[in-house]
């Protein structure tokens, strides 16, 4: 699998650490200290199929490619506009494609997942190309009174066109059940026959958790991952990893020990975009022109499930 062309695309509106500062207990120095982040871009009037769409027709631009091209639509969200229809589905409508569309939830790695799945299903014959859009619209699940979340998250998509070449040279993914450190409970319905009901409650995390296994599984997976494609960190050209917080990124370098040059950042100016994250940097400094055809990737990312995900591959793309 290779991937042909990338996309994103955020919300018009940019909300800064000053901004948040006029309505909760916090600076942007607090901020910018403890997460790297000094502005994030929030959804006010789009949607999210809106922004998917944006980010689908910029990656399938960039690969030269129309969406009647396409064999198979993955989305990964969190929570999407509608629960059903799938995102998938509507996009799939939205760019006039004709092919099977489904959603994924691996949380922050949905990314990773979906990759994986996509090269899957054209190992399997399935399909030949593949459209992968990661559509995040964290702020609507958050609690704007928790300082310690709403802080960290934006919103946004990213979007990959792959197909059968040659390019991914390993994958590794994970999942630990763990409900109790990062979690969201939606609306427990009013069914009379219901003898338990969760009560609706916004973004939970605790945040001394999630760092400590967030390093430890980025370095370990990206360790695995090389292993398994047969290449050292030192040959790795460019460590794309989750935009979750600098200091989470800055210290997965350290343990692995390598030069601060190879991991490009955007958290700074987008937040955490959950799975949206690593596809909206690696279209970022694609567009940018840092990359070159050749160059080896290697992709990290963790989020609720407890799930990590990790990827090598060989940019191809001139």
Request: charged content about 20%.
């Amino acid at each position: 699998m290779r991937i042909l062309g990338t996309g994103s695309a955020l919300p018009a509106h940019t909300v800064t650490n000053d901004d948040l500062a006029r309505f909760l207990d916090t600076s942007d120095e607090w901020i910018r200290t403890h997460t790297g982040i000094r502005s994030r871009q929030v959804i006010t009037d789009e949607t999210l199929l809106q922004l998917a769409r944006r980010a689908a027709e910029a990656a399938l631009e960039n690969a030269g490619l129309s969406a009647a091209d396409m064999d198979y639509i993955l989305c990964s969200s969190v929570l999407p506009d509608t629960i059903t229809p799938s995102l998938g589905c509507v996009l799939q409508a939205e760019i006039g494609a004709h092919c099977p569309a489904l959603d994924v939830n691996g949380a922050c790695a949905g990314f990773l997942y979906a990759l994986d799945l996509a090269d899957a299903l054209i190992a399997s014959g399935k399909a030949g190309r593949v459209l992968v859009v990661c559509a995040e619209g964290m702020t609507r699940m958050v609690d704007w009174t928790d300082r310690s979340t709403c802080v960290l998250f934006g919103d946004g998509a990213g979007a990959a066109v792959v197909d059968g070449g040659e390019g991914l040279l390993a994958t590794h993914l994970t999942s630990q059940g763990d409900a109790a450190h990062l979690n969201m409970y939606p609306d427990p319905g009013n069914s009379p026959f219901a003898a338990r009901r969760v009560p609706a409650r916004a973004l939970h995390m605790d945040g001394p958790e999630i760092y400590k296994f967030a390093v430890s599984h980025s370095v370990s997976d990206l360790r695995a991952v090389c292993e398994k494609a047969g290449v050292a960190l030192e040959e790795i050209d460019h460590f794309l990893l989750h935009q979750a917080n600098k200091r989470i990124i800055d210290a997965a370098r350290a343990r692995l020990k390598q030069p601060a040059e190879k991991f490009p950042m955007n958290v700074e100016a987008r937040g955490n975009t959950s799975s949206a994250s690593v596809p909206i940097l690696l279209d970022e400094i694609h567009r940018a022109g840092l990359l070159r055809a050749g160059e080896l990737l290697a992709m990290s990312a963790f989020g609720a499930g407890l799930t990590t995900g990790a990827c090598v591959l060989r940019w191809t793309k001139e």
